[in-house]
Each structure stands twice: as C-alpha cells, then as structure tokens.
C-alpha cells in the first residue's frame, strides 16, 4: 500500500512509520520536516499537500494540537486550538483528501484516551478528542464501502511520561501504540473509535 503518514516526525508518527515500512511505502510528512510538510490547521497546506503526492492507498494522521490547562484558565484561544488543528485539522485531511484515496482505502485519525477517560486539566483536550470521535462514526455512515475511516485512540506513552518525570507504569510504549495503527490498517473496521489498550 502506499500510505500517507502525516505526524511521522512525533513519537507516536516515527514508530508507526517504522512499522508500517517494512511492508508498505510509507510517505512521511511533518508540519516542519519529513519528505513533505503540511499545516493541517490550514486547508490551503492540506490542499498543496496532496496535489503534490498525488493518490494514495490510505492516510494515516498521528498529528494534532490541542492545550492543556485548568478549566478555570483556559482561554478560549486554547480552546479554539484544539478545535482548529486537532479537530478540523483531521476532519479536513479526509474533506479534501478523500478523492486522492484509492476506492475502498483507509483513513486513520488520532483522537485519545482522554476522550472517555479524562482528568483535570484536559477539558480542552477531551473536548476536541470526544468530537472526533463522534465524527468518525458519523462520517462512515456515509462513506460505506467507499473508504474505511477510524479513530485511533492511544493512552499516555511511556516515552513522553518518563520525559515528563511521570510514573509510567500505567502507560504504553511507542512501539506498542504504533501496533494499533497496523491493525486498524490491516483490519475491516470502519466508524469504529480503536482503544489501543486492546491490542496490547
């Protein structure tokens, strides 16, 4: 498959280009590096980013932003962030993007575990991670058998917790999380939101 990977320059995006490489030809593109770059808060960029690659077999997005921060902090540019890059970033990846994907190929977004299991200081987050999600299902509805779209949801990464001086017994490897993306590449799921912990 040739496979559009956008975030292979993050921790999660260079396991799952890693990954995925070895069986596929994997583009990888970051927002400042990578064979190309885009800025998926912008649809101009997605638009110039797949007119250059041309069609491709399935999209794989392991980026997105979105802030961090007490809900009684949090200004509504914060959460406009994570609206504009985390939320549309993606849903614009297959709203421009889907003609360029081969007919019943795949699109893979990245929403996250806070999502369904928050915890103080992850409003903003949860909030751009729960619409994904809804979409996810929504969107395949329509789409059918036409393109196959799922969410992927990672917990914390034990790379990034150690980083932050975090206890990460009760996270999951980068190499780990990338196996989720493989699977839901591999498999026949669509509309579905894919809890890593269960391909553990």
Same mark, same amino acid.
């Given at each position: 498959?040739? !496979?559009?990977? =956008?975030g292979?320059?993050? @921790? !999660?995006?260079?396991?799952?280009? +890693?990954?995925? &490489?070895?069986?596929?030809? %994997? =583009?990888?593109?970051?927002?400042?590096?990578? +064979?190309?770059?885009?800025?998926?808060?912008?649809?101009?960029s =997605?638009?110039?980013?797949?007119e250059?690659?041309?069609?491709?077999?399935?999209? /794989?997005s392991?980026?997105?932003?979105?802030?961090?921060?007490?809900?009684?902090?949090?200004?509504?540019?914060?959460?406009?962030?994570?609206?504009? &890059?985390?939320?549309?970033g993606?849903? &614009?990846?297959?709203?421009i993007?889907?003609?360029? /994907?081969?007919?019943?190929?795949? $699109?893979?977004?990245?929403?996250?575990?806070?999502?369904?299991?928050? /915890?103080?200081?992850?409003?903003?987050i949860a909030?751009?991670?729960?619409?994904?999600?809804?979409f996810?299902?929504?969107?395949?509805l329509?789409?059918? &058998?036409?393109?196959? !779209?799922n969410? %992927?949801?990672? =917990?914390?990464?034990?790379?990034?917790?150690?980083?932050?001086? $975090?206890?990460?017994?009760s996270?999951?490897?980068?190499?780990?999380?990338?196996?989720?993306?493989?699977?839901? @590449?591999?498999?026949?799921?669509?509309?579905?939101? !894919?809890?890593?912990?269960?391909?553990?």
């Amino acid at each position: 498959m040739k !496979i559009l990977l =956008i975030g292979a320059t993050g @921790l !999660i995006g260079k396991h799952v280009y +890693t990954l995925l &490489n070895q069986e596929h030809e %994997v =583009i990888p593109v970051g927002h400042q590096s990578g +064979t190309y770059q885009v800025d998926i808060a912008d649809p101009s960029s =997605i638009h110039a980013l797949f007119e250059k690659v041309g069609k491709v077999d399935a999209v /794989i997005s392991t980026a997105g932003l979105a802030a961090f921060g007490a809900l009684a902090d949090l200004t509504d540019e914060q959460f406009q962030l994570g609206l504009t &890059n985390k939320l549309m970033g993606q849903i &614009n990846l297959l709203r421009i993007g889907e003609k360029f /994907i081969s007919s019943g190929g795949v $699109m893979l977004f990245t929403s996250g575990v806070l999502a369904t299991d928050p /915890i103080p200081g992850s409003a903003a987050i949860a909030t751009a991670n729960g619409a994904l999600n809804a979409f996810v299902k929504a969107a395949a509805l329509e789409l059918g &058998n036409t393109l196959r !779209i799922n969410a %992927v949801s990672p =917990i914390f990464v034990k790379e990034t917790m150690e980083m932050m001086g $975090m206890d990460s017994t009760s996270g999951l490897s980068a190499t780990d999380t990338a196996k989720t993306y493989q699977a839901a @590449l591999q498999g026949s799921m669509s509309g579905d939101v !894919i809890d890593v912990r269960d391909y553990v």
